[in-house]
Structures are given as structure tokens and as C-alpha cells.
């Protein structure tokens, strides 16, 4: 093994090594925060006098981490339907303008969006529709490994743009491919322990409620041609308000996560990105 591939390896194992170090930390923390201390009340009594409520929660224990290719158009065989005019953007970035506008019977169900993407993109299965927005009229949708989404990663993103008929007319779209799971599982934390961690940090406001709790993927290192994905919480919370905040936390080491920032890559990694880009081409 040359000195260059052995960098990789070593880089990806000591992000791994520090999460797991955090993880001891965090749930030694997690665990002196259930004990009532001086009179101090637990967290299960806190969401209790807040009306901080939530659903059955998943019980999903271990998962692998795991890696994919981000896919070369260029070098990919693949057929498209009903295309006019198709261009390829840095390689990986799919372009494509119907020829016949397709029309979406109806915006406000999410099942009309995936029926789309299955019918009409290349490998449309195994996107999910993620958010919609009838404004500017897009859907963007997220690829899944195994049922579980990948989040925020720009590599791995379907967005379509209609017309003011309702018809589809363009989209774009980046894919992941050669999945690969890590051999060894790795033991989660629980969802109610991600409950607290977000009220720790005050994300939880009085008299919200959590309606959903799910498991799927987020960026943990983000290299030219390569990706690595850890398991990640999704929290979806409904306010007093009635308005909706997502939370993303890291399930193994129950960092959260800003996976918005994984839409881009720093110019900083740059240079360390580039030196790495032979390794991972071989």
C-alpha cells in the first residue's frame, strides 16, 4: 500500500476515533443530566413541565457507516426519456430539458412528485422528494441507500422546475453510486438521548411537539470522488406556532449537525481535496 492511500485511510479513521471519543463524553454528560442533582429536576420531568411532547420513537440500535462514488455522467452508460437537450456540467451534474413538458397532476402530494422522478429521471427510484416549493416552483429530492436518506448532500440531489401549468419542464440532477457498508455496525444513540441533547442546547421550545424521528445519512467526510456517510438523526418539531424546524444529529456521536453546509465544498479543503483526487480514481 503507497504512502497516499494510506493518508486516506488514516484521515477517515481518526474522524471516526474522535467521534467515538466525543460519543463517551457526551454520554457520560447525557447520563449526569437524567440524575437529580441539588434538588434539580430530570430531563423526562423538564419536557414534562415545558408540554415538550413526541410520538413513539424508533427503536433502531445499530447501523454501519458507509461510502459511495460520486457518479461521472461522462463515463456512466444510461438512457433518458422525453429529452430535448442534455448537457453535462463538471461531469457529475446531469442537465436535462423535456421535450414534452410532463404535467403534475397535483402539487400539494408528495406521491405525485416521486411518481414523477420514478417515471421520467434516470435511477429515479431511489430518490425521495425532500421539499417543495410552489413559489418559485422546484421539488428537490434527496437520494436513499437501504430506505434511509441521504441529507444535504450535493451529490447525491434531483431538482425539477415547472411551468405556471403545472408542467415539468427541466432537471438537474447529481447521483451516488457503488455503495459500500462499513463492516462493522455501530451502536446508536437512542432517540430519546437525542431528545435531550437538543434540549440541552435550548432547541426545544415550550409546548412543541416532535413528530418525527428518523434515521438516514449524513456527510462525514467529503472527498473529490469519494463520500462517507454516518448515521444521522432527523428531528422534525412542530412549534407553539405551528411552524416546522428540522434537527440533525449525529447518531453515533450525538453532535448536531449543520448538513446545509454539505451543499458545498469549502475552498479551504481545496487543495487537500486535489492531492487526495489520484488515490481515489485508482
Known amino acids: 500500500m503507497d504512502w497516499s492511500k494510506s493518508k486516506t485511510i488514516f484521515i477517515i479513521v481518526f474522524f471516526i476515533l474522535d467521534m467515538f471519543l466525543f460519543s463517551l463524553y457526551l454520554n457520560r454528560h447525557i447520563e449526569a443530566q437524567q440524575v437529580k442533582v441539588s434538588g434539580g429536576k430530570t430531563i423526562e420531568a423538564r419536557l414534562k413541565d415545558d408540554q415538550i411532547t413526541y410520538n413513539l420513537l424508533p427503536t433502531v440500535e445499530t447501523a454501519p457507516y458507509i461510502s459511495a462514488k ?67 416552483r422546484t421539488a428537490i429530492f434527496f437520494q436513499n441507500f437501504d430506505d434511509k436518506t441521504i441529507y444535504y448532500n450535493i451529490h447525491g440531489i434531483v431538482t425539477i422546475y415547472w411551468n405556471e401549468d403545472l408542467e415539468v419542464t427541466k432537471y438537474e440532477q447529481t447521483m451516488l453510486s457503488d455503495f459500500e457498508e462499513f463492516e462493522d455496525e455501530e451502536t446508536l444513540l437512542p432517540p430519546y438521548q437525542v431528545i435531550q441533547i437538543l434540549y440541552a442546547r435550548d432547541l426545544l421550545k ?16 467529503q472527498l473529490t470522488q469519494t463520500q462517507v456517510f454516518v448515521p444521522t438523526w432527523k428531528v422534525r418539531v412542530v412549534t407553539a406556532a405551528d411552524s416546522e424546524e428540522e434537527y440533525f444529529v449525529n447518531a453515533v456521536d450525538g453532535k448536531i449537525i449543520d448538513v446545509q453546509s454539505d451543499l458545498t465544498v469549502d475552498e479551504d479543503e481545496t487543495d487537500e481535496l486535489e492531492q487526495l483526487k489520484e488515490i481515489e480514481e485508482e
Open 206 to 221: 415550550p409546548n412543541s411537539h416532535i413528530a418525527e424521528i428518523k434515521l438516514g445519512y449524513s456527510t462525514l467526510v
Open 70 to 136: 460520486v457518479t461521472n455522467f461522462k463515463e456512466e452508460n444510461f438512457q433518458l426519456k422525453n429529452v430535448q437537450q442534455a448537457t453535462i456540467e463538471d461531469s457529475n451534474k446531469l442537465i436535462v430539458t423535456l421535450k414534452e413538458p410532463v404535467k403534475l397532476r397535483n402539487i400539494k402530494e408528495k406521491s405525485i412528485f416521486n411518481e414523477f422522478i420514478k417515471n421520467n429521471v434516470y435511477k429515479g427510484s431511489s430518490y425521495t422528494v425532500w421539499k417543495i416549493n410552489e413559489e418559485e
